[in-house]
């Protein structure tokens, strides 16, 4: 048996004697120097495995994850979401703090000179989206679509016509390694993925995966919901805990990064 020795109590993290970049903060920062885009996976769950509530993730969230979340999206350059997850969740665009994504960029963490949220960025073959759902009204930044040459050409015009940055990232698939290649051309390294399970499982199939944030929320659910992943065929990807962090409600939020023996 081995004690974890990264387990850290989240009511005892602060700020530093500067006020400005928290120890969490810190904990969540991405790798300096990245030579391509880092895909981060930001998922929660219940005890029982169950990524949803009444096909909703939202109530399985608890104080501490949502300041996580918060986080997450203030240290990305762009958020990476399936077209199911964006129409279930009824996505808008990003809400994040002004003033930390400044700061972050100060520091050299990410973030952005102006404190401008990062766009979504949603990954869909056929284009089937709203062009008047939240995704494209309610957003400070128009969102990416990543679709496909042999996606309706009119969908795609509807949905460049809102604003919206719509991208031929493949031919008939849109494939892990057209989203790393056409976020790596805009300059956007830092990735952090939101799901949903079919998105992760493609990502998991292809060695894509560079990290999970994962939440354990307090809770056991039952029911028919699914779990974080899904695809056709296993492909077991060791990882390495980096850390662990323990709320006072029993909530569990980790951090695990792809073993370095793995491409």
Request: hydrophobic letters at 40%; proline letters at 6%.
């Amino acid at each position: 048996m081995q004690r974890v020795p990264d387990a850290i109590q989240f009511t005892a993290l602060t700020t530093d004697g500067a006020g400005e970049i928290t120890d969490l903060v810190q904990l969540y920062t991405y790798p300096t120097a990245l030579e391509r885009p880092w895909i981060r996976v930001n998922f929660i769950a219940s005890l029982d495995g169950a990524v949803t509530v009444d096909d909703r993730s939202g109530a399985l969230g608890r104080p501490a994850d949502a300041t996580v979340f918060a986080i997450l999206r203030d240290l990305a350059d762009v958020i990476v979401v399936g077209a199911g997850t964006a129409r279930v969740e009824n996505y808008g665009g990003a809400r994040t703090d002004s003033r930390r994504r400044m700061r972050l960029h100060h520091h050299g963490l990410g973030g952005a000179r102006d404190g401008a949220p990062p766009p979504i960025a949603v990954v869909t073959a056929s284009a089937a989206l709203d062009p008047a759902s939240r995704l494209f009204t309610d957003t400070q930044r128009p969102p990416m679509i990543l679709t496909t040459a042999a996606a309706d050409r009119e969908r795609k015009r509807l949905l460049a016509e809102t604003g919206a940055e719509v991208i031929e990232a493949g031919q008939s698939t849109v494939t892990a390694a057209d989203i790393r290649r056409v976020l790596g051309e805009r300059g956007l390294p830092r990735v952090l993925c939101e799901g949903g399970p079919s998105l992760f499982g493609e990502l998991i199939g292809a060695s894509a995966v560079d990290e999970l944030c994962l939440t354990v929320s307090p809770l056991l659910v039952g029911g028919t919901a699914g779990r974080i992943a899904v695809s056709p065929n296993a492909l077991p990807t060791p990882m390495s805990l980096r850390h662990a962090l323990i709320d006072d409600d029993g909530t569990v939020l980790t951090r695990w990064e792809r073993s370095r023996t793995q491409g």
